[in-house]
């Protein structure tokens, strides 16, 4: 083993679903990478809503228990498996894993791990993998938003819609942002055009700020009925943009029910003759039709994602920092709703 590294395999196992406070620690051997992967020793990851929801046994296709959860991480590659360039080693990386990541030492396809710029911290780059290629992905490849556009963020301040709303901005559109009405001020220093989400009359307050035709883009993590909603304040050539369905985190049945109705819901939108598009963006998409043309889409976009969070056009918003020890209180926190950024864990 690398000097760096320590001889001991640390990680956050959840059992079944169970409250925070259920997580346990397990300790082992650090696993050797194989043919095409590398050793990373994990630097940062962070607690998402992903893992919130896997933790009540709600992730659409998360594994069966118990499993190591982490959707990402940056670190530093230690050793590398047979045919992966020796070079690699020491090399800062990145990678979207969807679990595993709440480990001190992870095992990734060399293929996957994504280069970190120099001077970036990684708890900074952590929280731009996940949100980060969610938001650049919907923006420029869905929504394909340019100088000019006019686009409603939904959860403007919550983790993908921070980012979003950096972004379109950087790009030079006008943002209609829904939030509660504590986050309004920092939203307008922004330069964003806030709505107070709980308001009865949402769509109507959103049409009176809108252009009169519409708006060019609606970017939707609730889902459930107001995804309708979301769908009028479309323009001509306009773009819905669905990405979750926070709207159903709380209950019970079938997780799957409510992302195939809101899939079919879109698929027929999508064949009225009506010049407006849905889609259901999911960051795995066309990963198990061609790995490596997913693989070179992730690498460029996120490499972009970094770019622009060197250029000051993204900041990251770190709402706290705990060692993976004190994963328990960390989850807490995430789930508080008291904190803005996300919560990263470090080894």
Not at 79 to 94: I, W, Y
Not at 187 to 199: I, K, M, N, S
Not at 269 to 296: D, I, T
């Amino acid at each position: 083993m690398n000097a760096e590294g320590s001889t001991e395999l640390v990680e956050v196992v959840l059992p079944g679903k169970v409250e925070p406070e259920g997580l346990r620690i397990r300790r082992g051997v650090v696993p050797v990478p194989g043919p095409g992967q590398v050793l990373v020793r994990m630097e940062a990851t962070g607690v998402a809503f992903a893992e919130q929801q896997m933790r009540r046994g709600r992730y659409y296709d998360q594994p069966p228990f118990p499993f190591v959860p982490g959707y990402d991480l940056v670190g530093t590659v230690l050793t590398t498996g047979e045919g992966v360039d020796p070079g690699l080693a020491g090399a800062r990386v990145a990678a979207l894993v969807k679990v595993g990541g709440w480990a001190s030492h992870v095992l990734v396809d060399a293929a996957d791990a994504v280069p970190v710029p120099d001077g970036i911290d990684a708890a900074e780059a952590e929280t731009l993998i996940l949100n980060g290629i969610t938001a650049w992905q919907m923006l420029y490849r869905k929504a394909r938003i340019r100088a000019g556009r006019t686009v409603v963020v939904h959860g403007a301040n919550g983790g993908v819609g921070s980012v979003l709303v950096q972004l379109a901005l950087a790009a030079g559109a006008t943002v209609i942002g829904t939030a509660s009405a504590r986050h309004h001020d920092v939203l307008r220093e922004q330069g964003v055009v806030p709505v107070d989400y709980r308001a009865q009359d949402l769509t109507a307050r959103i049409r009176e700020l809108a252009p009169a035709a519409g708006v060019d883009a609606v970017f939707d993590h609730v889902g459930g009925r107001g995804i309708v909603d979301s769908w009028k304040l479309l323009a001509p050539g306009g773009t819905l943009v669905s990405y979750g369905t926070a709207s159903t985190r709380d209950d019970e049945g079938s997780k799957r029910w409510p992302v195939l109705k809101l899939l079919g819901r879109l698929w027929l939108w999508n064949a009225l003759p009506n010049r407006r598009r849905a889609y259901f963006f999911n960051v795995w998409a066309g990963r198990a039709l061609s790995k490596n043309r997913f693989r070179a889409r992730l690498r460029a976009d996120l490499t972009q994602v970094f770019a622009a969070l060197q250029r000051g056009d993204v900041t990251p918003r770190i709402a706290g920092r705990l060692p993976l020890a004190e994963v328990a209180e960390a989850v807490r926190l995430a789930e508080s709703g008291t904190v803005v950024g996300k919560v990263v864990l470090n080894p």
